[in-house]
């Protein structure tokens, strides 16, 4: 029987994080907010598959990302994965734990420094000039930002740009298989498997046509290391998801803020701050919403017992607004500094694409604040049903060009 901390009394109507549609229609971070004062390490159940500890305060979070000799990633990083065995274990570098962690990531990560990215600035530059060009008057913001993975995926992985509407559309599918535009019609779970077939079927080509025409990207050096092809793709598979889904919903976020607070001018004529903005508008997006990691052996989170082989996912869009390590946690401020922020994770598992991800943000926001004076609302905006993806799937707005 799983027991609340000692000393806290459980809120009536406590909210069930597995639940994809308080992601979508509800207020998840009233909810999180609420579990952080009177739950911060609470049991969470899931029908038909056990359940899972949800943690959700920064330091604790923390704790739990970077401690790989106690809480593992070789049972799957998703709550869609709880209850299923992971295929890519071992043979993923998002699946393994030190050190077959660091013998798959390793010479990944010595392309992926910042001084290593920065050579593709001019490309994505290009690429985004390219994106806002046509764009004027209503326009659905999420819709222009769609292809923005592209970007980078481009000259990473040799993606090339009429692939990208299937490839979104299975990349919804993997990590939002319960959203009405992404779910198939036979329901989530067929969806999942779809999304993740046509994925692996699309990346084995991808691989096959590396071997016959190298590019010397990111495909050619994981085809050069020593993996089988199954690893070779599931490790193409884990850069095109960690992209692909996350960054375009950076930019929808904060320009949905910005509108709102009516401060879109005020960001638009500081680009002396840009940097900074960038990590503000990732800490409150966080579009990564948890990862999940499987306990080793018994161990204490929180002050909470928890008994080796449960699940354990950490909420980082709980943890980057902990008002215990930011002030104001929900306002989202250009100036904000420390920002530590958890948006790409933390530990040996700290996002791969962190530098790329920054560089394309700074750029897309330079160019936006330069093309366009003003942004003004025209709907409802709508957010995905997914547990992991926090994210917007529409959002009408009216832009005016400067």
């Known amino acids: 029987m799983r027991i609340a901390p000692c000393g806290h009394t459980r809120p009536p109507g406590r909210a069930h994080l597995a639940d994809p549609v308080l992601h979508e229609v509800g207020d998840p971070h009233a909810a999180l907010r609420a579990l952080r004062r009177w739950d911060p390490v609470g049991w969470q159940p899931v029908e038909g598959r056990s359940g899972f500890w949800a943690v959700t305060r920064y330091a604790d979070v923390r704790a739990v990302l970077t401690d790989h000799e106690t809480f593992s990633s070789t049972g799957g990083v998703m709550l869609n994965m709880l209850g299923r065995p992971e295929p890519a274990r071992d043979q993923q570098f998002a699946s393994s734990d030190p050190p077959r962690h660091g013998l798959i990531r390793g010479p990944l990560q010595r392309q992926m420094t910042t001084r ?5 600035a001019p490309a994505i530059r290009s690429f985004v000039r390219g994106m806002l060009h046509p764009a004027d008057g209503p326009l659905d913001f999420a819709d222009l930002t769609s292809g923005l993975p592209l970007a980078f995926l481009g000259p990473l992985m040799g993606i090339p740009a009429a692939d990208w ?11 939002a298989e319960h959203d009405p535009e992404a779910m198939l ?4 779970t067929a969806t999942l498997e779809r999304g993740h077939r046509e994925l692996f079927a699309y990346l084995l080509h991808l691989v096959l046509d590396h071997r016959r025409r190298p590019r010397g990207d990111l495909v050619d050096l994981l085809a050069s290391m020593p993996l089988r092809p199954g690893a070779v793709v599931a490790n193409c598979y884990s850069l095109l998801l960690g992209g692909g889904a996350a960054i375009p919903h950076v930019p929808r976020a904060a320009l949905a803020e910005l509108i709102r607070t009516g401060r879109y001018e005020e960001w638009a004529r500081r680009p002396d701050r840009i940097d900074r903005a960038v990590e503000e508008a990732l800490r409150f997006a966080t579009p990564a919403g948890h990862f999940m990691r499987l306990t080793k052996r018994d161990t204490t989170v929180g002050g909470v017992r928890i008994p080796a082989g449960d699940a354990v996912v950490v909420w980082l869009g709980s943890a980057n607004r902990d008002e215990a390590v930011f002030p104001d946690a929900d306002t989202m401020d250009p100036d904000r500094h420390p920002n530590r922020h958890l948006a790409f994770g933390d530990g040996r598992h ?5 530098p790329v991800a920054r560089l394309t943000l700074r750029i897309f926001f330079e160019e936006l604040f330069a093309t366009f004076a003003s942004f003004e609302p025209a709907g409802e905006v709508e957010r995905v049903r997914s547990t992991w993806l926090a994210g917007i799937r529409r959002m009408p707005v009216v832009g005016r060009r400067r």
Do not use: E, F, N, T
Request: some cysteine; glycine content about 8%.
């Open 350 to 354: 700290y996002c791969l694409g962190a």
């Open 165 to 175: 509407p299937d490839l979104a559309r299975w990349v919804a599918m993997s990590v």
């Open 185 to 188: 019609p036979d329901g989530p």
């Open 116 to 120: 290593a990215v920065v050579r593709h």
